[in-house]
């Protein structure tokens, strides 16, 4: 069935470093992708999303690429700020999945000044 | 625009009672998805709704059951409660005009004691 794995965390970064977060995807069909965040205590923010292969998503300097041929959706950041700390959710939605999301467990990202 | 909204934003209920939990969707959004997150897991599945109608089911007992209203708001019943109901209950809305994209409100958290 299709799922998604993620990079177990927690990760802690100093800020200004570089984060990436390694997100693999198993479905059928072509999936979108996506990457939620989550900042303590509230839900599930968008982040970015791509929908179809070598798209790459970006938003407030993060960036996913999807790549078909290893199945996966990284996401980036070059330089991460204290207030990037938060929950980082991969997803991927297809046409076959009866309209539910599939998420990973999730990577907790720390930044330290 | 108004944004997904959920009450209540906490309560505690006594294992075999039965709680609601409520949703207001996005402006112009008329399909409203349910996801419970456990403590440290990603968001899972509940079910979807269309028109007024269940348009999906993810792996969860009959127990959990839902409505949507005219007005594209929608409930989430659980019944007999179990401990391991525990959890942030999250609504998501989401339309035509959004494809694929689920906008996620801040949830409500249920301990079952």
């Known amino acids: 069935g299709d799922s998604v794995t993620q990079m177990e965390g927690p990760v802690t970064l100093s800020e200004e470093a570089f984060l990436t977060i390694n997100c693999t995807y198993t479905?059928?069909?072509?999936?979108?992708l996506f990457w939620y965040v989550q900042y303590p205590g509230e839900g599930l923010q968008l982040l970015l999303k791509?929908?179809?292969?070598?798209d790459k998503g970006s938003n407030k300097g993060f960036e996913a690429t999807y790549r078909k041929e290893t199945t996966s959706f990284h996401l980036e950041k070059g330089s991460v700020q204290v207030s990037d700390s938060a929950v980082y959710f991969c997803?991927?939605?297809?046409?076959?999945?009866?309209?539910?999301?599939?998420f990973g467990t999730g990577t907790s990202l720390t930044v330290i000044p | 625009e108004t944004g997904v909204t959920q009450s209540p934003t906490h309560l505690i209920k006594t294992r075999g009672q039965q709680v609601t939990l409520r949703c207001s969707s996005q402006?112009?959004?008329?399909?409203v998805s349910w996801y419970q997150q456990a403590l440290g897991q990603g968001p899972q599945f509940i079910f979807q709704?269309?028109?007024?109608?269940?348009?999906g089911r993810g792996n969860f007992p009959p127990r959990f059951s839902g409505l949507q209203f005219p007005n594209y708001s929608s409930e989430l019943n659980v019944n007999a409660l179990e401990l391991d109901d525990s959890a942030l209950y999250l609504c998501?809305?989401?339309?035509?005009?959004?494809?694929?994209?689920?906008?996620f409100g801040e949830g409500s958290w249920l301990t079952v004691v």
């Open positions: 791509a929908t179809k292969a070598d």
């Open positions: 998501a809305s989401s339309s035509r005009v959004s494809g694929n994209t689920i906008y």
């Open positions: 709704y269309y028109r007024e109608e269940e348009n």
């Open positions: 402006s112009g959004h008329n399909t």
């Open positions: 479905a059928t069909g072509y999936p979108s």
């Open positions: 997803a991927l939605w297809t046409p076959n999945t009866g309209n539910q999301f599939y």
